[in-house]
């Protein structure tokens, strides 16, 4: 498994600062959040889009997805929807990236069918394009959907090879899903896997990874037993809490453990 972490521990950072964080600390790639408060995002210019592509290709990073704030769940017209992820699949492209990360957010749909129904809708006409351009659209387990059962009733429907899933492994947790039962769900559809750490169901400040609760040594251990070798990334969501530590000196701590975890299910 490879190992990336997420801008979303590092807000506002410029590209040039991440790239060193992730040479100097031994991760393959980055997953970038795609918000205009951020130095990446879908209103770069074609030149801009270049420039960033040519920074990760002489760090010999990867860009190892778009992480796009999409509710592919939620009520309203289809069009603007499927105009945003289509947005972050050409930006995805343009920047060498396998993946586009979108929400469920269908918490204010009329009913779990209707939500099911719309986002099943829409990720199948946003495939389209994401299959024209090589990217591939992932849903997170996240809000509304925060299963892995709850994930596949859209993906299920859908049934296109460009529409996958994104594991979150603290949404799956705090729906009470064991991983055997997640990645049993999610297996088909799996894109990459979100690791983090949290305090406790009640404080999801995040922690230095294997300093909580999340069940980061059985979910590894579940991958690596049924042979996946994709992705791992550490989302660690200092955007929201301000006085997490900063994620610039756990990062080497973090690799570290993951690579025990990787070791014990070798």
């Given at each position: 498994?490879?190992l990336?972490f997420?801008?979303?521990?590092?807000?506002?950072?410029?590209?040039?600062?991440?790239?060193?964080l992730?040479?100097?600390?031994?991760?393959?790639?980055?997953?970038?959040?795609a918000?205009?408060?951020?130095?990446?995002?879908?209103?770069?210019?074609?030149?801009?889009?270049?420039?960033?592509?040519?920074?990760?290709?002489?760090a010999?990073?990867?860009?190892?997805?778009?992480?796009?704030?999409?509710?592919?769940?939620?009520?309203?017209?289809?069009?603007?929807?499927?105009?945003?992820i289509?947005?972050?699949?050409?930006?995805?492209r343009?920047?060498?990236?396998?993946?586009?990360?979108?929400?469920?957010?269908?918490?204010?749909?009329?009913?779990?069918a209707?939500?099911?129904?719309?986002?099943?809708?829409?990720l199948?006409?946003?495939?389209?394009?994401?299959a024209d351009?090589?990217?591939?659209?992932?849903?997170?387990?996240h809000?509304?959907?925060r299963?892995?059962?709850?994930?596949?009733?859209?993906?299920g429907?859908?049934g296109h090879?460009?529409?996958?899933?994104?594991?979150?492994?603290?949404?799956?947790?705090l729906?009470?899903?064991?991983?055997?039962?997640?990645?049993?769900a999610l297996?088909?559809?799996?894109?990459?896997?979100?690791?983090?750490?949290?305090a406790?169901?009640?404080?999801?400040?995040?922690?230095a990874?294997?300093?909580?609760v999340?069940?980061?040594?059985?979910?590894?251990?579940?991958?690596?037993r049924?042979?996946?070798?994709?992705?791992?990334?550490?989302?660690?969501?200092k955007?929201w809490?301000?006085?997490a530590e900063?994620?610039?000196?756990?990062?080497?701590?973090?690799?570290e453990?993951?690579?025990?975890?990787?070791?014990d299910?070798?």
């Amino acid at each position: 498994m490879r190992l990336a972490f997420s801008t979303l521990g590092v807000p506002g950072l410029p590209l040039s600062e991440v790239l060193r964080l992730a040479v100097t600390h031994g991760y393959h790639g980055v997953e970038l959040r795609a918000h205009p408060e951020e130095p990446v995002h879908p209103g770069l210019s074609p030149d801009q889009r270049a420039d960033v592509a040519a920074e990760f290709k002489a760090a010999g990073i990867e860009v190892l997805g778009v992480a796009g704030y999409a509710r592919v769940a939620a009520p309203g017209d289809d069009e603007p929807v499927i105009e945003e992820i289509r947005g972050l699949v050409s930006l995805a492209r343009d920047l060498g990236a396998p993946f586009v990360r979108v929400f469920p957010g269908g918490a204010d749909a009329s009913s779990p069918a209707e939500a099911d129904a719309v986002a099943a809708r829409r990720l199948g006409t946003a495939a389209e394009h994401a299959a024209d351009l090589g990217v591939r659209i992932l849903l997170e387990t996240h809000d509304s959907h925060r299963s892995g059962a709850d994930a596949i009733r859209i993906l299920g429907p859908v049934g296109h090879r460009q529409v996958g899933a994104l594991w979150d492994v603290m949404h799956t947790w705090l729906s009470g899903e064991q991983p055997q039962e997640t990645y049993a769900a999610l297996s088909p559809y799996l894109g990459y896997v979100q690791v983090k750490d949290i305090a406790s169901a009640e404080d999801t400040t995040p922690l230095a990874l294997g300093a909580g609760v999340l069940p980061l040594a059985e979910c590894v251990e579940v991958l690596a037993r049924h042979g996946w070798d994709g992705w791992l990334c550490w989302e660690y969501e200092k955007r929201w809490y301000e006085n997490a530590e900063p994620l610039a000196g756990l990062l080497s701590g973090g690799r570290e453990h993951l690579g025990r975890l990787l070791n014990d299910s070798a």
